[in-house]
């Protein structure tokens, strides 16, 4: 809904401030230049990234008006933790193999949903439990291995937040290139053009400067932020789930595990102690 907002405010601001100050919205609408300033962006970001990062950009920043992670999602991800390793100290390591090997027909994953639906994490979960189900390596060792992983996964998720912002970064320039077709368009009519004509093409050529102006900083440079803040969140999850499993790993009960989970999230929307504590004795 922020989000929302946010968007509502710089298109309020930016196009209520003009009519307001006697400009005519029209003298704005210049489909042309939207083309020249947004296909050659566009171009450029398929130029500079994998194939596949169009969809993965579009598909987060379509997220971007609600997220996953909040509270009830980091309770969920902790009790499907506590579930799983209580069911492993209680009847051993084996008991889960079935649950780690199809968690979409497993009864634990399966009570969660939201959790299952991120391949991903699910898939991260699943791996580094049949690791300690083998039983042949040390916590350190597990805590070395997460590491790396972890590393090269923040570079992943924060890939798209850095191929908006070169975007971002880029549109001024775009648009300052439409400026400057249009002042060629301008000058090539400068025989048989009237002042009023001049002016009307100069005037095009500056909302090609506006338009990728405002579109850099009103909305590409905020959506990158977004993008980024969410890959922060999301690799904090993961770093939670990476202290639960090396605690569990460590010999400490599963109550005491996720607590050192939940001690590692953010405090925007990590679950109290309590919280967690109920949610736990509700399975």
Do not use: W
């Not at 907002?5 to 400009?23: A, E, K, M, P, Y």
């Not at 997460?146 to 924060?158: G, T």
């Not at 001690?263 to 967690?276: D, I, Y």
């Amino acid at each position: 809904m922020a989000k929302i907002i946010g968007i509502i405010v710089v298109l309020g601001c930016v196009f209520g401030g003009f009519v307001l100050s006697g400009g005519q919205f029209m003298a704005l609408v210049h489909p042309y230049e939207v083309l020249i300033i947004g296909g050659a962006a566009l171009g450029g970001f398929l130029q500079a990234n994998p194939g596949s990062m169009f969809m993965t950009v579009f598909k987060k920043s379509v997220s971007m008006f609600g997220t996953r992670f909040t509270h009830t999602y980091y309770l969920e991800v902790l009790k499907l933790l506590y579930e799983i390793l209580n069911k492993s100290r209680r009847e051993g390591m084996m008991a889960i193999e079935a649950d780690i090997e199809d968690p979409n027909a497993s009864p634990i994953f399966s009570k969660y949903p939201g959790v299952l639906k991120d391949a991903r994490m699910t898939a991260f979960i699943c791996d580094y439990l049949r690791i300690m189900s083998s039983g042949n390596m040390a916590p350190h060792e597990l805590e070395g291995l997460f590491d790396m992983e972890l590393a090269s996964l923040k570079e992943d998720v924060e890939h798209p937040a850095h191929a908006v912002a070169k975007v971002a970064d880029g549109l001024p320039a775009m648009g300052i290139v439409a400026a400057v077709l249009g002042i060629v368009i301008t000058m090539s009519i400068l025989a048989e053009a009237d002042n009023a004509q001049i002016g009307e093409k100069v005037a095009t050529a500056l909302v090609g400067t506006f338009l990728g102006i405002l579109a850099s900083y009103g909305f590409f440079g905020p959506l990158s932020v977004a993008l980024e803040h969410d890959a922060k969140e999301e690799v904090n999850l993961y770093e939670a789930i990476k202290a639960t499993l090396v605690a569990s790993a460590s010999g400490m009960p599963p109550s005491l595990a996720v607590e050192f989970g939940r001690k590692v999230l953010f405090p925007a929307h990590r679950p109290s102690f309590t919280e967690l504590e109920q949610a736990m004795r509700g399975n």
